[in-house]
């Protein structure tokens, strides 16, 4: 009986711990939409669960990722118990090999930096045990003429040898510190893509029936983002402005972007959702105030370029002459309180902290054109652009190139925070313009004409002038 009873334990061991494996799932990024602070990642994976209760791991995510904003979905029948979120130490994401590169070779020159440290205090060490030597033979102690001599001269060949040794010795100091200290500026700027720990969701599931599942995994991401910023364009002082949007992109979340399909959002989740509430300060009785909700609207619209077919026949379409684009094509989504750019041609952002530059879309602003100018600080004259329409863009505040007459101007701030609809955008110094600035002498007078005094002045007054 005892011997049944462990041979039936025995067997049992190994089906429990089957039950208790975890599965894990290699996912893939599909889409990305990018907020002003941080991103919204979507993954898809497959993977073949057996009946019954299973553990499935997505492995090799971002550390950034936040656990509060997990999202697991799915096809397949099957039903998911529970989500939760972990950190693997031990499994870290893979290290750039350029990254590597620069580690190896640092720590190479650390070796030889060390090595040669120590040859220069051997030189040092005798350094010291020459002068001691040199400071024992000059005593009076019975040492002859001819024997100081041969100590003096030994000595001093050694001393000469030695100053020489450090000498070279401190040279090569110098040298291998400065290529470590570029190696490690270069390493530095590379940072972003050393290996760091990564996250993991688990999740448990149950099938009713061996199962071919497909997952949709989501979730938000710190580390990551996106600025606006534009290119003001003038070509001459009787056509408008051609203003192109561009979008620049982070991403130091750990993982890269790899052609995947993104949407630049107008949103910022890190700043909350909640209208903070005013507590009223009651002085008798209290008031009831009440609170009238508005329902936002959405709206639509798509803009996006479509190539004209070739020509039929044997006329065939000639692109070098064509200008190149500048922009991808999107579609522009007004939400009820965001605004999304959703770019037609997959994109690609590594995990490397840097801002990458995308062409958003192109506007066509109407302008008038004037010269300002303040001759009591600056006798040059100024060209501005009065730009109006700015309030049916939907644009973001941000940093402008100005660019007059296919010359860089320099560059402004488009505040768009503040509802207006009129913009003065300065084209630069207009050195076809002279403005001369004269004052006029100023006298007083005091004629009597019926009892009264008069005075007159004469004011000085500016002329501009055209060349």
């Known amino acids: 009986m005892c011997s049944f009873r462990s041979t039936l334990l025995f067997c049992l061991l190994p089906l429990t711990a089957l039950a208790g494996e975890e599965l894990p799932v290699t996912s893939t990024i599909q889409e990305v939409k990018v907020f002003l602070n941080g991103a919204q990642i979507s ?39 529970g989500v939760e979120h972990r950190v693997n130490y031990l499994s870290e994401s893979p290290n750039k ?20 440290v120590a040859t220069q205090q051997v030189w040092q060490n005798e350094e010291q045990l020459l002068l001691k030597n040199w400071a024992v033979g000059g005593q009076d102690n019975g040492v002859s003429a001819t024997q100081l001599q041969g100590v003096n001269d030994y000595v001093r060949t ?34 972003a893509q050393a290996a760091r720990p990564t996250s993991e969701v688990v999740v448990e599931l149950s099938a009713p029936a061996a199962v071919q599942a497909r997952f949709t995994l989501g979730y938000f991401v710190h580390n990551a983002g996106w600025t606006p910023a534009y290119d003001l364009r003038a070509t001459s002082v009787d056509k408008p402005i051609e203003l192109l949007m561009k979008a ?3 991403n130091n979340t750990g993982e890269d972007w790899d052609k995947v399909d993104i949407a630049l959002s107008s949103g910022n989740p890190t700043l909350g959702g909640t209208m903070p509430n005013l507590r009223p300060w009651v002085l008798e009785q209290p008031i009831m105030l009440e609170t009238i909700s508005t329902k936002g609207r959405y709206r639509e619209e798509m803009d996006s370029r479509a190539m004209a077919p070739a020509a039929a026949g044997n006329v065939a379409m000639d692109l070098e002459d064509e200008p190149a684009i500048t922009e991808i094509g999107q579609a522009v989504v007004y939400r009820t309180t965001t ?19 995308v062409g958003v879309r192109t506007h066509t602003v109407p302008a008038t054109y004037t010269h300002y100018c303040t001759p009591k600080l600056d006798r040059d004259a100024f060209l501005y652009a009065r730009t109006t329409g700015w309030e049916d863009l939907a644009l973001l505040p941000g940093d402008a190139n100005v660019f007059f007459e296919g010359t860089y101007v320099g560059r402004t701030h488009l505040d768009l925070s503040r509802p207006q609809d009129t913009l003065n955008i300065s084209l630069g110094r207009d050195k076809n313009i002279v403005v001369e600035r004269v004052k006029r002498k100023g006298y007083s007078e005091k004629p009597v004409i019926g009892g009264k005094a008069d005075r007159h002045h004469r004011l000085g007054h500016h002329r501009a002038q055209h060349r």
């Open 43 to 81: 993954r898809s994976a497959s993977k073949s669960l057996p009946v019954g209760a299973s553990t499935v791991v997505f492995t090799g995510l971002s550390q950034q990722l936040d656990p509060q904003s997990i999202q697991v979905n799915g096809k397949g029948g099957f039903t998911i118990l």
């Open 97 to 116: 090999q350029e990254v590597t590169d620069l580690q190896e070779r640092i720590k190479k020159l650390e070796h030889d930096y060390n090595v040669e």
């Open 158 to 191: 050694r001393m000469t040898a030695v100053k020489k040794g450090l000498l070279d010795q401190q040279e090569k100091l110098t040298a291998i510190n400065e290529e470590a200290t570029k190696l490690r500026q270069q390493l530095q700027q590379l940072q």
């Open 248 to 250: 620049r992109l982070v």
């Open 339 to 357: 605004t999304e750019y959703t770019l037609d041609v997959p994109f690609s952002v590594p995990s490397d902290g840097r801002p990458h530059t």
